[in-house]
């Protein structure tokens, strides 16, 4: 028995999501920054005002990989941490006013190279897309709870 990667889905959604992102990264890369910075930066620039732990919550990014980030991005003045006035354990990171203008900047971008990706699809067909992307997401938290891979003793037909 043998795998077709051909037409198996975890494969082939693998080699697209890195097309993708080398695809994205022409731009960012042009401002010197990684695709773990662009994450943390985008991700920031979104919700205003996060925790590390909330960036990896968000991003499903590895702790490790978005600490390095965080510390390149302060180094690099993009962003500041301050003490959480609500929890005095919990740092908060915001954009500078150097990292909101590069995030501005390269917003447009990512969207028209956005578009320049979709643009081989139909409207309903990149609407379709987004349901599909947002569903698969959706079971993977719902199954990763329920993994083959636990302990015997815990009770997977919940």
Same mark, same amino acid.
């Given at each position: 028995?043998?795998?077709?990667?051909?037409?198996?889905?975890?494969?082939? $959604?693998?080699?697209?999501?890195?097309?993708? +992102? #080398?695809?994205?990264?022409?731009?960012? #890369?042009?401002? =010197?920054? +990684?695709?773990?910075?662009?994450?943390?930066?985008? +991700?920031?620039?979104?919700?205003?005002?996060?925790?590390?732990? #909330?960036?990896?919550?968000?991003?499903?990014?590895?702790?490790? &990989?978005?600490?390095?980030?965080?510390?390149?991005?302060? &180094?690099?003045?993009?962003?500041?941490? &301050?003490?959480?006035?609500?929890?005095?354990?919990?740092?908060?990171?915001?954009?500078?006013?150097? =990292?909101? /203008?590069?995030? &501005?900047?390269?917003?447009?971008?990512?969207?028209?190279? /956005?578009?320049?990706?979709? /643009? =081989?699809? +139909?409207?309903? /067909?990149?609407?379709?897309? @987004?349901?599909?992307?947002? @569903?698969?997401?959706?079971?993977?938290?719902?199954?990763?709870?329920?993994?083959? $891979? @636990?302990?015997?003793?815990?009770?997977?037909?919940?």
């Amino acid at each position: 028995m043998s795998l077709n990667l051909n037409t198996f889905f975890p494969y082939q $959604f693998s080699v697209l999501a890195q097309q993708v +992102t #080398e695809f994205i990264a022409q731009i960012y #890369e042009k401002f =010197g920054i +990684t695709k773990m910075e662009w994450r943390v930066l985008a +991700t920031i620039g979104y919700h205003n005002e996060l925790s590390a732990r #909330e960036i990896c919550k968000f991003t499903h990014l590895d702790k490790m &990989q978005v600490s390095r980030a965080i510390n390149k991005l302060i &180094q690099s003045e993009l962003l500041f941490q &301050q003490v959480s006035s609500q929890d005095r354990r919990k740092n908060l990171l915001n954009l500078t006013a150097k =990292g909101h /203008e590069l995030y &501005q900047e390269i917003i447009p971008l990512a969207k028209n190279q /956005e578009q320049r990706l979709l /643009e =081989g699809l +139909t409207d309903q /067909e990149c609407e379709q897309l @987004k349901i599909l992307t947002v @569903k698969l997401s959706m079971q993977l938290d719902v199954i990763s709870n329920k993994s083959v $891979f @636990k302990n015997s003793d815990d009770d997977v037909s919940s």
